[in-house]
């Protein structure tokens, strides 16, 4: 199987491509340091089973959506192996969180879980929408931008950022338009309340 790393850590990388070098089960596809749009071009373009992520390439305020913005360009199933902590709601993000304490066999055998999770389930194991979730589903549907949202519910732009990724997860819908749509269909609003 192969595996990108998204590591701003060389001596993490490497440790990891000794792991799978001498496991022999997993082979590095590539190794980036951060994200910027000549890496996510490469990321676009790869074949990998999974992407291994240290979500201290991201600035803090964007911790609790990286997961989203990797799926955005791939497929395979994304991996934290964090050297920061990480609270257990970003970690819920993940298909699989990785120790620094990890044997090389707990590696992989996270590795090989995460990998195995069928996509099609991933949507429908948790597909029902919270009350909250179907608040900020509906104010989408309608239009409304993070900073309204935050402001309706007094809630934090983070807080909304991460229930937009909840229902994005959970629906398997990334756009505003299909929202909509989404809303509509499950008649969570009228249609003439749409702008």
């Known amino acids: 199987m192969k595996v990108f790393l998204i590591m701003p850590s ?10 799978f070098h001498d496991l ?29 992520v240290d979500p201290a390439v991201f600035a803090h305020s964007l911790r ?17 192996f964090p050297s920061i902590f990480m609270d257990e709601e970003t970690c819920r993000q993940y298909d699989a969180v990785l120790s620094l304490y990890d044997s090389p066999a707990e590696i992989v055998h996270k590795l090989r879980a995460a990998v195995s999770v069928p996509k099609d389930n991933a949507a429908s194991e948790c597909s029902e929408l919270s009350a909250r979730e179907k608040d900020i589903l509906i104010c989408v549907a309608k239009g409304l931008i993070n900073k309204e949202i935050a402001d ?28 909509t749509v989404y809303a509509l269909l499950n008649n969570l609003i009228d249609p003439s309340s749409v702008e």
């Open 10 to 19: 060389r001596v993490m990388a490497r440790g990891l491509e000794g792991v």
């Open 24 to 52: 022999g089960e997993f082979k590095i596809e590539g190794i980036v340091s951060d994200i910027s749009p000549r890496e996510e071009v490469m990321m676009k373009n790869m074949s990998a089973d999974a992407v291994i």
């Open 64 to 80: 609790a959506v990286a997961r989203q913005q990797i799926s955005e360009l791939t497929d395979a199933a994304v991996v934290a």
């Open 152 to 179: 309706i519910y007094n809630i934090s732009i983070h807080t909304v950022i991460t229930h937009r990724r909840n229902i994005t997860r959970k629906t398997g819908i990334k756009t505003v338009a299909g929202l």
